[in-house]
């Protein structure tokens, strides 16, 4: 129980406490943007409920607060990434492994992502420039939701 009470609370209960702390200045300003970083999983990966259901409810929470908030200005999106190469992810899936190997051999655009790929999707979200874009999710995930997730 402690383990499902610490994913909630890292994953839902700090991005719904960050979002309530900023929303005053946000509202008071007429401009805001929340970006959360959600995750491939929330469409399912085996061996992972917890993480998965986490995800997908901050996808829920994405979309009911861009309803809520759009008419103060603030835009609520998601980043959902799909195979990331860092440091945790070459943890459990070592370079050259049959793992690595069947994951890259999922990805259409033969590649895994990098962080760097990730920070520019939150920056597209995050631009002023992107106040008609909300409640969206987008999979940074080089081409792996195709055919699994919803259109």
Do not use: W
């Not at 406490?17 to 959600?38: D, I």
């Not at 920056?123 to 999710?137: A, E, I, K, Y």
């Not at 792996?144 to 997730?149: C, E, M, P, S």
Request: hydrophobic letters at 45%; proline letters at 5%; a positive charge.
């Amino acid at each position: 129980m402690a383990d499902l009470d610490y994913v909630v609370g890292l994953h839902l209960q700090a991005a719904m406490l960050l979002t309530q702390a900023c929303l005053p200045a946000m509202r008071a300003a007429g401009f805001g943007r929340v970006v959360n970083m959600a995750s491939r999983a929330a469409l399912g990966k085996p061996e992972r409920v917890v993480y998965s259901a986490t995800k997908a409810g901050l996808i829920g929470m994405t979309r009911t607060l861009a309803m809520e908030l759009g008419g103060d200005g603030i835009t609520v999106n998601a980043v959902a990434p799909g195979p990331i190469a860092t440091e945790l992810f070459r943890k459990s899936n070592p370079e050259g492994s049959e793992q690595t190997r069947r994951i890259l051999a999922s990805i259409a655009v033969k590649r895994m992502g990098t962080p760097e790929d990730v920070a520019r999707a939150a920056l597209f979200f995050l631009s002023p420039d992107n106040g008609f874009v909300t409640g969206q999710v987008l999979y940074v995930c080089g081409g792996t939701t195709l055919g699994v997730a919803p259109v």
